[in-house]
């Protein structure tokens, strides 16, 4: 392992110059579909084209990202293999699953953050909520019955709806679904759940075909794209919450390919075509580089925490 690792430095200056010189492949640990999905392969696509080279997504979805972290974390460090992980898998319950949270730069070197996804919050089109105003005044007069679905236990949807209950000094109930939010919405629709909270990516669609009703979104402040949608902290001041997309390597890659890497991806991140596909499904692009991706990432799991260490004591 050491004289690969030689190897592979004693070749860098010329290696980083024609890199990439074959398909480079990304593990994502989300499902096939799902709107971390999505996004990841736009960007490829377009860092595809930029090299010249074909990038291979490799998705590998299940035990709360562990599968995925544990696969790209075992691949050879030469700048062929990324792991595109979802922030639920670097900010997640403490023995929710094997080797979660991962840290920076403990297990990976990062490379750089892809995009943050502001969580909405959605309500059934049957309620009579209007507003995260009508949300809070109801949960209030019906404490542990209105309930919100999630994406899982731990994720950041569930993260959003335990920081509004903090911040609102309310108490509401949260159903967790495997399946994602195409099977919460099919619940929703039928009224044997209220609130769906989730990523702008996964929610747009049918919040423009009228199946959901947005009432917030978790920027600091409007959206462009959805000018008419409040900022929850128009309501419950100083509440932000997003989802995100980090890219990292596997300790050992070398340092002047992870800084090729941040630099090409920062390039095409800062693309008007690529801002526009992702601002409309509700993600935005935030490149930086790998000390402050390292920064970010750890800013994160400080600032979640205390939420995470109560939920890991609760039955």
């Given at each position: 392992?050491?004289?690969?690792?030689?190897?592979?430095?004693?070749?860098?200056?010329?290696?980083?110059?024609?890199?990439?010189?074959?398909?480079?492949?990304?593990?994502?640990?989300?499902?096939?579909?799902?709107?971390?999905?999505?996004?990841?392969?736009i960007v490829a696509d377009q860092l595809g084209q930029h090299w010249g080279q074909q990038i291979v997504v490799l998705n590998q979805p299940g035990a709360g990202g562990s599968l995925a972290a544990r696969a790209a974390a075992g691949t050879a460090p030469d700048g062929y293999t990324f792991f595109m992980a979802?922030?639920?898998?670097?900010?997640?319950?403490?023995?929710?699953?094997?080797?979660?949270?991962?840290?920076?730069?403990?297990?990976?070197?990062?490379?750089?953050?892809?995009?943050?996804?502001?969580?909405?919050?959605?309500?059934?089109?049957?309620?009579?909520?209007?507003?995260?105003?009508?949300?809070?005044?109801?949960?209030k007069q019906k404490p542990n019955e209105v309930s919100y679905a999630v994406s899982g236990r731990g994720r950041q949807s569930h993260l959003t709806g335990e920081l509004l209950e903090r911040r609102s000094n309310i108490?509401?109930?949260?159903?967790?679904?495997?399946?994602?939010?195409?099977?919460?919405?099919?619940?929703?629709?039928?009224?044997?759940?209220?609130?769906?909270?989730?990523?702008?990516?996964?929610?747009?669609?049918?919040?423009?075909?009228?199946?959901?009703?947005?009432?917030?979104?978790?920027?600091?402040?409007?959206?462009a794209e959805f000018p008419d949608l409040p900022a929850a902290a128009e309501t419950v001041p100083g509440f932000r919450t997003a989802g995100w997309l980090a890219l990292v390597a596997p300790l050992g890659t070398p340092k002047e390919i992870v800084q090729k890497v941040n630099t090409d991806l920062k390039q095409v991140l800062t693309e008007p075509t690529v801002r526009t596909k992702l601002a409309a499904l509700g993600s935005y692009t935030h490149p930086l580089s790998p000390s402050e991706t390292a920064a970010f990432i750890q800013n994160e799991q400080q600032t979640w925490g205390p939420i995470l260490d109560d939920l890991a004591r609760s039955p």
């Open positions: 392992m050491l004289l690969a690792g030689l190897s592979i430095a004693a070749i860098v200056p010329g290696y980083s110059q024609s890199y990439p010189s074959s398909p480079v492949k990304i593990i994502s640990d989300s499902a096939p579909g799902s709107a971390p999905d999505v996004i990841l392969r979802v922030s639920s898998t670097f900010v997640t319950m403490k023995g929710a699953a094997p080797n979660i949270p991962v840290q920076v730069p403990k297990d990976f070197e990062p490379v750089s953050l892809v995009s943050e996804q502001p969580m909405f919050i959605t309500v059934s089109p049957q309620t009579n909520i209007q507003s995260l105003a009508d949300l809070i005044a109801m949960a108490k509401l109930l949260m159903i967790p679904y495997s399946g994602g939010p195409a099977q919460a919405m099919s619940d929703l629709t039928t009224g044997r759940v209220q609130v769906l909270i989730e990523g702008g990516t996964a929610l747009i669609g049918a919040m423009q075909g009228g199946r959901l009703r947005g009432i917030a979104v978790g920027s600091e402040n409007r959206l």
